[in-house]
């Protein structure tokens, strides 16, 4: 090994370390998005069976708020389609939840917007 060349294994290491931990950051970040998502999807599901065996959109609100106990329900949009009153047995009820979702890091706030709107839609026929 020559002596110009025993610092060569620190600076490489030092350019790449800022691309792996902003890699990493990029994998947990993806993992929360993929996660609140899940959550919002499942929750639709849920409260659209709920309103399917005729029940009121307060149940259903529960419901939607009871599957998405980790996610902040400030940040949460329930939207219910037809109005309880004129619901019908054979008609379609929609569940739609819209999310936004902070992002965690700092660094990917920089590079794009701080929050992230999820969307999620279930069409149930009532029983």
């Known amino acids: ?53 005729r029940a009121l959109d307060d149940d259903i609100e529960a419901v939607v708020l009871q599957s998405t106990p980790t996610l902040d329900p400030s940040n949460m949009i329930i939207t219910i389609t037809p109005d309880e009153s004129i619901r019908g047995r054979g008609d379609s009820i929609t569940v739609e939840i819209d999310y936004e979702h902070h992002l965690l890091s700092l660094f990917l706030g920089d590079v794009m917007s701080s929050t992230l709107d999820l969307h999620a839609e279930t069409i149930m026929r009532i029983e």
Do not use: D
Request: glycine share 10%; net charge neutral; no cysteine.
């Open 1 to 53: 090994m020559f002596k110009n060349e025993k610092g060569q294994s620190l600076v490489e290491f030092a350019l790449v370390l800022p691309v792996l931990v902003l890699l990493l950051v990029g994998i947990f970040e993806f993992g929360f998005i993929f996660n609140a998502y899940l959550q919002i999807n499942h929750a639709s599901r849920e409260g659209a069976r709920t309103g399917a065996v």
